[in-house]
């Protein structure tokens, strides 16, 4: 009963009722310090105690379940992966994570074994960002790096993040005491959906990931004068819109010269927003990743320096204002080769891949050693609806992560 393809097909009966959890029906929408977020905190919360596990809710909104060890209090295997969304998500993205984490528990639980160190899974409540801009909300939390000027960003409707958590039920000024402290912890471990083409191409159901990459986002906000359309001769006009177009141009330029170094304009607000009227402000996003730091940090250079000669050129004001900037994050060699061992030991040919998405892992990396396993994403599709992987491929993941724990009694 409790194989792992059983477990599998929980997972995916799980993954179901999560992804109904939506702030939109018909799509899945699930952001931070939501009235959803908390419906989907209780679900798993459930699910957790069903494991075993003693379940709480921490000062930032994660959701935490912990099956003690044989051993007192020796410092506890974090497994952990998020819980929110972007806009008109996949629903493998992070819960999956989180969901073979609790399977893996409910495993040892129904047989009543005990390793000799404890093992907490944690939902993190915000790792996308899709609220504040901000991403890994929760993760930095437990390592204790949030930077308190982030409770002052807003979301689309201007709440910050201090007045969000106040609404939450929790408090800005707390909210260190969701930090851990490094002793306590053994390591962590992401179980994630590889979210693009690689593993499906290699023909393998899951692969370790050296490191995750870096990443940094802006947001650009372009001041120009909104005009008639009509009667504004073309060298009179400032128009904000043309120079965003220069900047989403540059965007793509400077990140096709560079190879590993990938760049989007994923939002541009144009106002007023009228056929006939010459857009007199835009703000546009940035998010541009590498796993070289110099190089991403120089493509951002660039493109600033392509926005700020767009706009004067065209008697406009170009300002920046930093959204998020996470350096790439190494996995720990030692997890490396463990959860190689572990799907060679499952019967797969184990292979090392670097991570472009950003991952809960990479802020972890400030407190403990991290590994994570990446499960082969169908069509490399993911921040889709569409975004799948197979019941087969969950139950190897599933396999895979108990032998990593197996090995991680020596640590
Ligand atoms: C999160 O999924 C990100 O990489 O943006
Ligand atoms: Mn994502
Ligand atoms: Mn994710």
């Known amino acids: 009963m409790n194989s792992a393809e059983a477990l599998a097909r929980q997972v995916m009966h799980r993954i179901d009722e999560l992804s109904a959890i939506s702030e939109t029906p018909g799509i899945l929408t699930r952001r931070y310090l939501t009235a959803e977020h908390r419906r989907a905190n209780e679900l798993v919360g459930h699910w957790m105690s069903g494991a075993g ?150 023909g393998r159901p899951a692969g370790v990931v050296t490191a995750i990459n870096g990443q940094t986002r802006l947001s650009v906000t372009i001041t120009g004068e909104a005009g008639h359309a009509g009667t504004v001769p073309m060298s009179l006009r400032r128009d904000a819109l043309a120079v965003a177009a220069e900047g989403v141009l540059a965007v793509e330029r400077e990140c096709d010269e560079n190879d590993d170094v990938v760049g989007t304009v994923g939002i541009l607000r144009v106002t007023p927003g009228a056929i ?39 008697n406009c004001i170009a300002q920046f204002s930093a959204i998020h900037e996470a350096i790439s994050a190494p996995c720990s060699e030692r997890m490396i080769e463990i959860i190689e061992r572990a799907i060679a030991a499952v019967g797969f040919k184990p292979g090392r891949m670097p991570s472009g998405a950003g991952h809960d892992a990479a802020a972890m990396a400030e407190l403990c050693d991290v590994g994570m396993i990446f499960l082969r994403s169908e069509g490399g599709i993911s921040h889709n609806p569409a975004e799948r992987t197979s019941q087969e491929d969950i139950a190897i993941g599933i396999n895979i992560m108990m032998k990593v724990l197996d090995e991680m009694e020596g640590y």
């Not at 790096?145 to 982030?150: E, F, K, Y």
């Not at 990743?289 to 065209?314: F, H, I, L, P, T």
Request: a negative charge.
């Open 53 to 202: 596990m003693d379940t709480w809710q921490d000062a930032a909104g994660n959701v935490i379940g912990r099956y003690d060890g044989a051993q007192g209090n020796a410092p506890a295997l974090i497994i952990g992966s998020h819980l929110d969304t972007v806009v008109n998500a996949g629903k493998f993205d992070g819960m999956l994570g989180v969901l073979c984490g609790v399977a893996c528990i409910q495993a040892l639980f129904q047989t009543g074994r005990r390793l000799s160190y404890p093992i907490e899974v944690i939902g993190f409540a915000d790792e996308e960002g899709a609220r504040f801009g901000t991403t890994y909300l929760g993760s930095r939390a437990v390592t204790g790096q949030l930077d308190p000027s982030t409770f002052e960003q807003t979301d689309a409707a201007g709440i910050s993040l201090r007045q969000a958590l106040a609404d939450f039920g929790l408090d800005a000024d707390r909210i260190c005491q969701a930090a851990r402290r490094p002793d306590d912890i053994l390591a962590f471990l992401e179980l994630h959906i590889e979210q693009g083409p690689v593993l499906e191409v290699l």
């Open 276 to 314: 006939n009227v010459i857009p007199g402000d835009v703000t546009f996003t940035v998010d541009i990743r590498g796993k070289d730091d110099v190089d991403r940090r120089n493509v951002v250079a660039e493109v600033s320096q392509a926005v700020r000669e767009a706009a004067e050129k065209r």
